[in-house]
């Protein structure tokens, strides 16, 4: 044990003054947001030594009390009523103050997202607490992808029946004899039948797939969950 404990020394001598001096100089952070408190997490990034702290816990607001590692950290915080924050900060020797955006989640973000994607946003509004927002989301979406090929498969049914009725027409515009007029006539008021038949259900499709879309986002814009803060927004 004597032998190797100067050989592990001299192999981490230049890490261990490092963190000496570290320790000696510490950074301090200050991150303020007087809404509400939160609670993060702050995760060292790159190789971590075994004498340093992998990571630490955060208290928000952060006045500058406690003392940590300079180095390049990962910031986590994940707030019920909040969009999730996973920002790179670098934390120097002395106090820092790093700019972090505390965003409130909206009724009108969840609109916007659900407009864009089906259920994304009950997805956005979903908390652990709020789990049911998350499978209404997830009806939404099934729902919405169901919808958008059935009645895609609808469409182009339709135009290969339109292409039928067209070819039909055209063979029936092209007799000659009088026998061959009548039968292609009749080809093609069938062929005329079912393209317009396909049609129309292809029409009934396309208006349920825009209910269930605008359905969906109106539901996550009036369904949005009260997450008991304060009115005004961060």
Known sequence: FEKKLPKFIKQHIVDMLNH???????????????????????????????????????KIPSFGNEEYLTGVYALEVDHVGYEPIMQRITLREGTNKPIINF????????????????GWGQLYSSEQAIHNRKYIGYAFAAAATISVVTTGSAWSS?????????????????????????????????????????????????????????????????????????????
Do not use: C
């Open 20 to 58: 000496f001096w570290d320790m000696q100089n510490p950074a301090t952070l200050i991150i303020k947001n007087t809404q509400t408190a939160m609670s993060g997490k702050l995760k060292r990034i790159g190789e971590v030594k075994k004498w340093f702290e992998p990571e630490y816990s955060i």
């Open 103 to 118: 965003i409130r989640k909206t009724p009108k973000t969840a609109l916007i997202r659900s407009l864009l994607i089906p």
């Open 158 to 234: 339709y135009s290969k029946k339109k292409i039928d009725y067209e070819d039909a027409y055209d063979i029936y515009m092209n007799q000659k004899l009088l026998e061959g007029v009548e039968t292609n006539r009749l080809i093609a008021q069938q062929k005329n039948k079912e393209m317009r038949r396909q049609f129309t259900s292809a029409l009934f499709l396309t208006g349920v797939t825009a209910a269930v879309w605008i359905g969906n986002a109106i539901e996550a814009h009036i369904n949005f969950p009260d997450y008991g803060l304060a009115n005004s927004s961060v």
